[in-house]
Every structure is written in C-alpha cells, then in structure tokens.
C-alpha cells in the first residue's frame, strides 16, 4: 500500500523565518510528487516533481525530490502571516489517484 | 477563467438519509476526481472519472457511496443511508487529460455533517 508521510505535525514561526517541510514516500509506482497549499478547503497547486535533484522555485517557495532518499523538501524563506496553511505533499501513481500525506500545519505569527 | 466549483458549500443532514453532492470541473478537463478529507488528515481518493466512465472507483468505501457523470462534465457524489462517520469535507478535483503528469486542481469542497 502506498504511504506519504510528512513532518513535522505542525509548526509556529515568526515572520521572516525560513521553514522547511519534510514528505517522505513509499509508492509502488512513482510518477510525480505534488505540494499543495491549504488554507480553508480548496488545496492549492504549488509544485509538481517528477525528476531527482532539480529545484523548483515560486518566489519565496522551493522545492526539491530525492529518489534516492525517498523524499521532498519544501522550503519557505522570509515567511510572512499569509503563508500560515496546511501545506499537503502527495504522489501521483500510475492510476491517476492521488495518495497523500497527512500534512503539515503552519502558523506564522506576526 | 473558472476553477472547480462545488455545490453545497455546506450540508447538514441526519442519520440515514440520501445527499447529492454536486461537482462542476474546469471546462475542458476529460479527468474528474473525488476525495474525502477527514479533520486533521490528508484527502483521501474515492473515485476517478475519465470522460463519463469511472476509469477507477477503489476508493469508494463501501456501495452506499456512488458517483455518476453522465455528459462527462458535471459529476454528481451520491451517499445512501448517510452514517456519521461519513461526516468530512468532500473534495473535487479536475484535470486535463487524466495522466499523472497533470495537475489535479481542486474545488473548495463541500462539508458533509451527518447528525
């Protein structure tokens, strides 16, 4: 059974801090790795994954995989109270099913 | 242009009984998803309509559950003999062609309460 485990639970930081959120995976089949934003209800597309070692970056956002390791980072420089979230890290499978993790709680305090 | 649009927003109903959950994709997008999110957890996938077929329903937990998407746009989440344990954010998503290397962008979900 696949499984998408991310750390830490849940995380407070003051304004101007830099975060880094962990996803490790144990799929069947890997085709891409996806992080989401989560505010109220609707998640929010930030990056997809697909190769080992390539950076993707979205202003303050960045992200990377690992195949070796089995794992993403997702990196927040300069945080500000409007990156307080859910951030979701999920994979893509062969079957088009999303399979994610439980998430990561984000609070950004002024 | 519009995003993934759900109906209700909101449904509170009582033990036992029918609700119809509305989900309207992107327009264009062949590939509709649903998923289920429980409070503090992940969404987790129930279904996943190619066109008007279901390509892959082993996500729906049991045959009370049933999804329908008769012209291939609009899909509709039916629930029979609601149980409170049904009770979580019900979550649409829709992509383009349906492979894995498309981006699911999801709707704002609709919160089922089953009393």
């Known amino acids: 059974e696949d499984k998408v485990v991310q750390s830490p639970l849940s995380l407070v930081v003051h304004e101007g801090d830099t975060v880094t959120l962990n996803c490790s995976y144990e799929?069947?089949?890997?085709?891409?790795l996806l992080w989401y934003k989560q505010e109220k209800k609707a998640p929010t597309f930030l990056f997809m994954l697909?190769?080992?070692?390539i950076e993707k970056k979205s202003g303050r956002l960045s992200s990377i995989l690992d195949k070796k390791e089995l794992s993403s980072i997702l990196n927040i420089t300069a945080t500000q109270t409007g990156d307080s979230a859910i951030y979701l890290c999920?994979?893509?499978?062969?079957?088009?099913?999303?399979?994610f993790g439980g998430g990561t709680r984000l609070m950004v305090k002024p | 242009g519009a995003g993934v649009s759900q109906t209700p927003s909101n449904k509170v109903t009582e033990k036992g009984k029918y609700v119809e959950l509305r989900c309207d994709p992107i327009?264009?997008?062949?590939?509709l998803y649903w998923y289920r999110q429980s409070l503090g957890q992940g969404p987790e996938f129930l279904i996943y309509?190619?066109?008007?077929?279901?390509?892959?329903d082993s996500g729906l937990p049991n045959d009370r559950f049933f999804a329908v998407r008769p012209e291939g746009s609009v899909s509709t989440l039916k629930i029979q003999r609601t149980e409170r344990g049904d009770s979580a954010v019900y979550l649409c998503?829709?992509?383009?062609?349906?492979?894995?290397?498309?981006?699911?962008?999801f709707g704002p979900g609709t919160r089922l309460t089953v009393l």
């Open positions: 998503a829709s992509s383009t062609t349906g492979t894995e290397r498309d981006t699911q962008y």
């Open positions: 309509f190619q066109g008007t077929g279901a390509a892959d």
């Open positions: 697909t190769s080992s070692g």
């Open positions: 327009s264009g997008h062949t590939a």
């Open positions: 799929v069947t089949n890997f085709r891409s």
């Open positions: 999920a994979n893509n499978n062969a079957g088009n099913m999303l399979t």
